[in-house]
């Protein structure tokens, strides 16, 4: 238990949910309140988006520390990445995240994600659900493809 939490702890440095959440609040203030600390805002909402860039796995997924898992921290990444700018036409990791989340969709037509894939850092598919027990799942990816 306690070496599953040092795991964690040592994730949260590096977390795309915490930095796209951040990123996305910065550009909104910056809407409300143009002109204020306007360098400074401008430098950090660069360097999360190249932080969330940077941070894309191979597969096009992001891993996710604060839900399970890759879905959920795809979800994140785009978010952060559409708020500052990216698109599916302009950006090749938006068009990787909506590769990797097509790839991952069960017949079912949802998300099915075992929170096994937090342990193991490897994307773990839960392929035997109630097709109703996994809406959460589902809205993630879903609202990704909304917001292109």
Not at 106 to 117: K, M, Q
Request: glycine content about 8%; proline content about 2%; hydrophobic content about 40%.
């Amino acid at each position: 238990m306690l070496g599953e939490l040092i795991h964690i702890l040592k994730m949260i440095d590096r977390s795309v949910e915490c930095t796209s959440s951040v990123l996305q609040a910065l550009i909104m203030f910056r809407e409300v309140y143009p002109g204020y600390r306007e360098e400074e805002i401008r430098k950090c909402i660069k360097n999360a988006s190249k932080f969330i860039e940077n941070s894309q796995r191979k597969d096009g997924s992001w891993f996710g520390t604060w839900g399970i898992c890759f879905t959920y921290g795809t979800f994140f990444a785009v978010k952060g990445l559409v708020a500052s700018g990216r698109t599916y036409e302009n950006s090749f990791s938006i068009s990787k995240a909506c590769e990797f989340l097509l790839s991952k969709q069960l017949s079912t037509g949802g998300w099915g994600e075992t929170y096994l894939s937090s342990e193991t850092e490897v994307i773990l598919m839960h392929f035997y659900i109630k097709p109703h027990t996994q809406v959460r799942s589902l809205v993630s990816p879903c609202q990704i493809f909304i917001f292109l």
